[in-house]
């Protein structure tokens, strides 16, 4: 159930796992969500929405497709606005610490990524494709992850 991967993290993976399921797979002392490259609508098709150009300027009803952003929260935000992200898939990062402004996913060199965000406070990340398909969550702390596969929310999702 509990798998170990490279720099000391563990990981399980969750089918017909929705945003939702996050209230129980967060660490409570890791304050800072970081979801990164979320796809408001991941459909590939023109939709209406009010886009910031930049700081202060916002294109009210621009035609848009395919937008994508990151967003930085605290875990209580993040919360408090769960049920905004469930019918979304999703990639989250939880942390110590917020995200340092010159930190780009994308530019991280994938075999370097996990140990980059670790530096940076990396306590877990999750990471759903698309909602109620099968998501991975990855965790520091194993013991953590020993009393969430416990909780009935999370055993009834578990994959062996």
């Not at 408001?40 to 700081?55: G, K, L, Q, Y």
């Not at 780009?104 to 990524?113: G, I, K």
């Amino acid at each position: 159930m509990i798998h170990e991967s490279e720099h000391g993290l563990h990981h399980i993976l969750l089918d017909a796992a929705e945003a939702c399921d996050l209230r129980y797979l967060l660490l409570p002392d890791a304050d800072y969500v970081w979801i990164h490259s979320h796809l408001p609508d991941p459909a590939i098709r023109w939709w209406t929405a009010d886009v910031p150009i930049s700081p202060g300027v916002v294109w009210p009803s621009a035609k848009v497709r395919l937008m994508e952003y990151d967003l930085m929260m605290t875990r209580h935000e993040f919360l408090d606005r769960i049920e905004l992200f469930n019918p979304h898939g999703l990639r989250l990062t939880q942390l110590t610490r917020a995200v340092p402004d010159s930190l780009w996913l994308h530019s991280l060199p994938e075999e370097q990524a996990t140990r980059i965000l670790v530096q940076n406070g990396m306590k877990a990340r999750f990471f759903l494709p698309h909602r109620v398909e099968t998501a991975e969550f990855v965790c520091t702390d194993r013991a953590h992850l020993e009393h969430v596969i416990t909780l009935p929310q999370i055993k009834a999702k578990l994959r062996s």
